[in-house]
């Protein structure tokens, strides 16, 4: 394969960095404007870890987009490119259910906060709800112009918000699946949302370089973070306690800010491409972030420190999620395979 293709072929991998829309496939010309897009992947780039791989889950077809834990921790969700959602059971990694769930990818997963519903968004613009138990699709939700790129459900399993290429985030009634509001501001692809633990504000990430803090009760823009990434960002996590959001982006880094001020705090350093998933542990005295690099590194949040690299997959991960009890990290992948670590 020449390098072109070489190229060419790490943007097919998934709806969150789907360049190829954005540049009409010459991968090899955005990388002349964004070397940071190339992939350093030299034996000096990664450390060994220190950290026991408890699983490796099979059963996909195609590449893995998006991973979730149930609230009790004993099913992962996993979303994929070949249209499909498996159940699989942690304890024993059997699948316990397979969804077909979309008419194109499914490119991102969230259980509501009592596990009895799972919500699934797909790049055919649709989002579904799912009864956990039996598998049964309880409805679908339509609103979006393109695809959708995040979902996740307030802590109290009310409103699910919703992100998509078309810049705008959803805020929808769990129960009616009627829309609620529409937020509006981001003048790029909003690929993440996620609600504070509290409840009252929603974060998103967007392809413009900011990140934006939103007033879930009325939609009103309530703070915008700026000048911390210089490309897109791809993904935005609230710690536990809502005191920090982490932000990670094609730059290759990831940014720690007070969640009151917008001020940047610190800048995590040490992957080689772009950063495509963070999650914070339960504690919140840990980060771990999943690249293109194909590593997953695990970072000290009081110092900003790099604890251990996790390696493993062939393919590039693209979600990272802890489980509730924080004693596995698991990490879904190009390569087609959910990993889980012992931590």
């Excluded at 810049?167 to 529409?182: N, Q, S």
């Excluded at 940014?255 to 001020?263: P, T, V, Y």
Aim: net charge positive.
């Amino acid at each position: 394969m020449n390098r072109g293709n070489q190229l060419n072929s790490v943007i097919t991998i998934t709806i969150i960095l789907n360049v190829c829309l954005c540049f009409g496939g010459q991968y090899a010309l955005a990388e002349q404007f964004y070397p940071f897009l190339k992939v350093d992947t030299s034996s000096k780039a990664l450390k060994d870890s220190p950290k026991k791989l408890v699983r490796t889950l099979k059963g996909h077809k195609r590449s893995v987009t998006s991973i979730a834990f149930s609230p009790n921790g004993r099913l992962l969700a996993s979303g994929s490119e070949d249209e499909t959602i498996k159940l699989w059971t942690v304890r024993n990694g059997l699948i316990f259910h397979t969804l077909e769930a979309h008419n194109f990818w499914v490119t991102s997963l969230a259980f509501s906060p009592d596990g009895k519903k799972l919500a699934s968004g797909g790049e055919d613009k649709l989002i579904k709800l799912w009864d956990v138990k039996t598998g049964y699709k309880l409805k679908s939700l339509r609103g979006h112009d393109n695809s959708i790129t995040s979902i996740a459900f307030s802590p109290d399993g009310l409103i699910l918000a919703s992100a998509s290429w078309d810049k705008k985030i959803h805020l929808w009634d769990v129960e009616t699946g009627e829309k609620l509001r529409t937020l509006k501001g981001h003048r790029r692809n909003v690929p993440f949302v996620v609600f504070s633990p509290d409840g009252n504000t929603l974060a998103s990430a967007s392809w413009d370089k900011t990140l934006r803090l939103w007033n879930v009760e009325d939609g009103k823009l309530l703070r915008i973070l700026k000048r911390g990434h210089r490309s897109w960002v791809n993904t935005v996590a609230f710690s536990p306690d809502g005191k920090l959001l982490a932000s990670g982006s094609l730059d290759r880094t990831i940014r720690l800010w007070d969640a009151e001020s917008g001020k940047r705090k610190r800048r995590l350093r040490g992957h080689r491409s772009a950063v495509m998933s963070v999650a914070f542990s339960p504690d919140g005295k840990r980060l771990a972030s999943g690249s293109l690099d194909k590593t997953v590194r695990v970072w000290e949040v009081r110092t900003g420190k790099e604890i251990f690299v996790l390696k493993g997959h062939w393919g590039h991960i693209m979600s990272v999620a802890f489980s509730p009890n924080g004693k596995i990290l698991a990490s879904g992948s190009e390569d087609k395979t959910i990993k889980l670590w012992e931590q």
